[in-house]
């Protein structure tokens, strides 16, 4: 059964850091580009950060950049998001992604979420 599974929100003041992880389950991971998305409410999901299925090539939004990095682990089936620098914008819920990216079998997955709260 495929699975993802965040862990790793929380509350942190501004300024602070924390670290996201994301253990997937029931597919060939090291297959998979992960990214990690977030969704603030009364807005639209967004696109955070993106790492390849080898890990070579990363990608991150205009908001992010030098404050987030987007690693991961093939052995352990794990993609990682350390946050730093957080400010209170960063605050959603953030969410994993797994894509298979095979224009003619394209598969996704998604996990269920983990809340960032950035506050004083």
């Known amino acids: 059964q495929v699975q993802l599974v965040e862990s790793g929100g929380g509350l942190v003041q501004p300024g602070g850091s924390l670290r996201l992880s994301c253990a997937a389950f029931?597919?060939?991971?090291?297959?998979?580009?992960m990214s990690w998305y977030r969704q603030a409410p009364g807005k639209e999901r967004e696109l955070v950060a993106v790492?390849?299925?080898?890990?070579?090539?990363?990608n991150y939004a205009d908001s992010v950049k030098g404050r987030f990095t987007i690693s991961r682990d093939n052995a352990k089936n794990t993609v990682y998001l350390q946050m730093n620098s957080l400010k209170p914008e960063d605050t959603a819920v953030y969410y994993c992604?797994?894509?298979?990216?095979?224009?003619?079998?394209?598969?996704?997955?998604w996990g269920q979420g983990t809340q960032v709260t950035v506050s004083s």
């Open positions: 992604n797994a894509d298979n990216r095979i224009v003619w079998d394209r598969k996704k997955f």
């Open positions: 790492i390849s299925s080898a890990g070579g090539s990363t």
């Open positions: 029931g597919f060939t991971f090291s297959s998979y580009a």
